[in-house]
Structures are given as structure tokens and as C-alpha cells.
């Protein structure tokens, strides 16, 4: 039977700043789901620390709050647990590219069938507004005594180069252009990051509604790649030339920052995922949680001599 959205909204109160992005985030996460009617029984949430980390309690599907910069590890295993589900992850800035730069970037090698929606704000919302990783050299937010020291890193780039092969960026406003981008990345088979610009309205007084709103030059800050003609899809993953050519191309236009900002897919590739490779080497379906563990009541795996093995003598 058909779901709306009234039956994917929980009872828990929120307590997320009035204005802040995450609402509308929230709203077009749910938008995606009911859009393709995604088996509610067999949808996973799964979120670390941050502000970004509450998500998974306001929608009724099965949510996960994982460690603080695990999420990616977290999601990993349970899709590969079974293979079936459809898992969204959902991190913070800081949660994403900080603490857990080293799972985001390993993640890429392995282009395992989940989507990454990373709550970009420039700062950490949760613990009063540090810089994150992706606040500019020299900003000062007004939480900061000091401008930032620190260089930022560039998602988009990361992503492309690292193997992600879904790639993309939106804006936490505009819920109907966030929910159409969150639907493409969910159908997408492979591993995607769709990175949201999400106003923090208590601690980022730079990179606010007002900012990626304004025109400049007679048009908005923030435009839509597909308005422009571009194109970063890769029609045949065979063609090295088509391939060079496009990653070259998304790597360009992710860097394009300032006057103009551009939303929409900057990277689109089809390539065997983790789960392809897997049923490739062992020539058959991998699917743990459908694998019997116990026959008659007797396990259906001998570990008698590992344990004779370890014992303690």
C-alpha cells in the first residue's frame, strides 16, 4: 500500500534552531521516499555525531546513530549484511570530512551501493561553531575569536578523485531540487555523495540564506548545472577518453566558487560495486542475512578446532 509523508514523520520533537537547513532537508529526504516508494521495511538511516546525527529519530524507517565519523563504516556493513536494503547516510560536515576523512575516503575504493548526504555548514553546530573542514582560509564566523587558520578541503573533488562514482551538490532551500538529486543518487548502483549547503543560522553568519540566495550580476548565486547544458554523466565507462574528459570537467566545475555556485550532478558513472565484485569472485549471490546459521538446532559452522586453537593453556 502507498505511503505519504505523514507516515514517515515520528512523534520525537525536534530541537534543531528555528531556520535552520536541516528541516528542509529532512523534508526532501522523506519527499525522495515517498516519490519512489522505497520498501519502508527495508530502508536503513544511518547518522553519526552533529546536529545532522538527530535525522534518522524523525523519520519512521530504521535509523542508526553510529559513533562520531563511523557512519560510512556503519552503513557499509549492513548493506553488505544484506544487500537488499536500501541505506542513506547522513553526516555532518565536520562527522564526514574531520573525524571521519579517512572512512569517506577509503569508502571511494569500494563504491559500495549506499548514498552519503553530507550536511554542509561550514562549522560544528553541535559544540557551538567551531571551523569545520570546509570553512574557507580567513573566514570568521561570528563564533570564531579569530579567522580560520586552516585551509579548507574541497568534497567534490575528493569524491570524484577518491572513486565515488555518484557526485553531486544541493542547497537545503530549494527541498524540490534536494529531493529530485536525492532520489537520482538513491537509484544510482554504486556509491554516491550528494554534499547539501545548509545555512546555520546560530554560528555561520556568512554562508547564509541571504548569501547563496543574492544576485549577482543579474542572476542568483546558486545555479542549477542542468540549466546550463552541462552533462557529467559517462554514457560508456569503456571509453577512457569520455571517462578522462568528464572527470576533468567535474573536477573543473567543482571548484567554481564565490560569484556563482553551481548545484546539480557534477559526476556520473556506471561501475561494477562492491557487491558485483564480490558475486564475481565466488560466482554466486552474496547475501549473509539470508545464510542459515543453525540447522535442527546445531550450527551450520564448525568452530570447534578455532577455539581449541586459541584456548588458553
Not at 196 to 218: A, F, G, R
Amino acid at each position: 500500500m502507498a505511503y505519504k509523508i505523514s507516515d514517515l514523520k515520528t512523534d520525537y520533537q525536534s530541537d534543531w534552531c528555528p531556520g535552520c537547513g536541516n528541516f528542509g532537508i529532512l523534508n526532501a529526504i522523506m519527499s525522495a521516499l515517498v516519490d519512489l516508494q522505497i520498501d519502508l521495511n527495508k530502508a536503513v538511516i544511518v547518522s553519526g555525531i552533529g546536529c545532522s546525527g538527530k535525522t534518522p529519530h524523525f523519520i519512521n524507517v530504521s535509523g542508526i546513530h553510529t559513533l562520531h565519523g563511523r557512519d560510512i563504516p556503519f552503513a557499509t556493513g549492513i548493506k553488505l549484511a544484506n544487500p537488499e536494503l536500501t541505506v542513506i547516510v547522513i553526516g555532518g560536515d565536520g562527522n564526514t570530512y574531520g573525524i571521519g576523512a579517512g572512512h569517506f575516503l577509503n569508502a571511494g575504493r569500494r563504491n559500495v551501493d549506499i548514498t552519503c548526504l553530507v550536511f554542509n555548514n561550514g562549522v560544528y553546530g553541535l559544540t557551538k561553531g567551531q571551523a569545520s573542514p570546509t570553512l574557507k582560509l580567513g573566514m570568521k564566523t561570528k563564533s570564531l575569536p579569530l579567522p580560520n587558520i586552516n585551509e579548507a578541503i574541497n568534497p567534490l573533488v575528493v569524491a570524484i578523485s577518491c572513486g565515488y562514482t555518484f557526485v553531486a551538490r544541493s542547497y537545503a532551500y530549494d527541498v524540490k531540487h534536494l529531493k529530485e538529486i536525492i532520489k537520482q543518487g538513491i537509484l544510482h548502483k554504486g556509491l554516491s555523495l550528494i554534499d547539501i549547503l545548509q545555512p546555520c543560522p546560530s554560528y555561520n553568519d556568512i554562508h547564509t540564506k541571504e548569501y547563496y540566495e543574492e544576485v549577482v550580476n543579474d542572476s542568483k548565486r546558486i545555479y542549477k548545472l542542468e540549466e546550463t547544458g552541462y552533462n557529467g554523466e559517462v554514457k560508456d565507462p569503456n571509453n577512457l577518453e569520455e571517462v578522462q574528459q568528464k572527470l576533468s570537467q567535474a573536477i573543473l566545475k567543482a571548484q567554481e566558487w564565490g560569484d556563482r555556485i553551481p548545484v546539480g550532478i557534477f559526476y556520473k558513472i556506471s561501475l561494477p560495486t562492491f557487491q558485483d565484485r564480490l558475486r564475481s569472485r565466488y560466482q554466486r549471490e552474496i547475501n549473509p542475512s539470508k545464510d542459515r546459521i543453525e540447522i535442527d538446532k546445531k550450527p551450520t559452522i564448525d568452530i570447534s578446532n578455532l577455539i581449541e586453537k586459541i584456548r588458553v593453556k
